[in-house]
Nanobody, 117 residues
Framework: QVQLVESGGGLVQAGGSLRLSCESS????????MGWHRQAPGKQRELVAS???????TYADSVRGRFTISRDNAKNTVYLLMNSLKPEDTAVYYC???????????WGQGTQVTVSS
């Protein structure tokens, strides 16, 4: 059974930085695509960034150049480094793992990021 545990959220002032972590267990992590999504109050969940098992990355236009997604396959962990944070980045951030083998998707419990102006 795949389990994802996120950490690293919190309260930060605008212009600050945070690093989110998501540790996976119960999967073949190294070949799966990992993603970070976020959901702000009253809004739909949206993709922030993703990284394939081969290391190819994609970013939402709103975060490109400010956020960096990376992975450490030895630790079964994906990271999201968030720089130059803005109040509009405030949301619950979720980690998602998409299985390369069968396409199943698994979600973490979410971690709150709040950016004050």
């Amino acid at each position: 059974q795949v389990q994802l545990v996120e950490s690293g959220g919190g309260l930060v002032q605008a212009g600050g930085s945070l690093r989110l972590s998501c540790e996976s267990s119960g999967s073949i992590f190294r070949i799966d695509t990992m993603g970070w999504h976020r959901q702000a109050p009253g809004k739909q969940r949206e993709l922030v960034a993703s990284i394939t098992g081969g290391g190819r990355t994609t970013y939402a236009d709103s975060v490109r150049g400010r956020f960096t997604i990376s992975r450490d396959n030895a630790k079964n962990t994906v990271y999201l480094l968030m720089n130059s944070l803005k109040p509009e980045d405030t949301a619950v951030y979720y980690c998602k793992e998409s299985s390369y083998i069968n396409g199943q998707e698994h979600w973490g419990q979410g971690t709150q990021v709040t950016v004050s102006s």
